[in-house]
């Protein structure tokens, strides 16, 4: 019984490290503020993308009078790579729109987002291979210009 519940243990801890290969996390050398916004302008200037908003996890955290280091939410999309993408599999839109998150953590600074790869088996969607890379490819590239720039 011993042996089994250890080896049961082993295959759930895999399992909850696989899960936590879906986040793509990138180190930033500038703080929360100056990393948000150069993220912001990365998306602005984007002809193909639309920005939609910030949330501010951190401030709503104070409003309730709780703490929380600094962490925000970055909301955007390129409408016609996630138009075709909810073209093929319509439950896509729970991970819509595109997120990067931004957030302190023992006084560093990451960038973060959920890879679209991951939403191919999560909404069991059977074609959109190339808008899901497409996607990936614009998470990536936000992401680094904005490293590259701060």
């Known amino acids: 019984m011993l042996r089994f519940l250890l080896f049961y243990l082993s295959i759930l801890g895999a399992s909850c490290v696989l899960q936590a290969q879906n986040l793509t996390v990138y180190r930033s050398e500038k703080s929360v503020d100056e990393t948000v916004e150069k993220l912001i302008a990365i998306i602005e200037a984007d002809e193909e993308l639309i920005y939609f908003e910030t949330v501010s996890h951190d401030e709503i955290a104070i409003e309730r009078g709780l703490e929380l280091p600094p962490t925000r939410s970055i909301l955007f999309e390129e409408p016609d790579l996630t138009t075709a993408l909810l073209l093929c599999q319509p439950t896509a839109a729970l991970d819509l729109p ?18 679209p790869k991951f939403m191919k088996r999560r909404f069991m969607i059977t074609d959109c291979d190339e808008t899901i890379v497409q996607l990936t490819g614009v998470m990536t590239k936000v992401t680094m210009d904005a490293l590259r720039e701060l």
């Open 98 to 115: 595109l997120e990067i998150i931004v957030w302190e953590e023992y006084n560093d600074v990451y960038i973060g987002f959920m890879d």
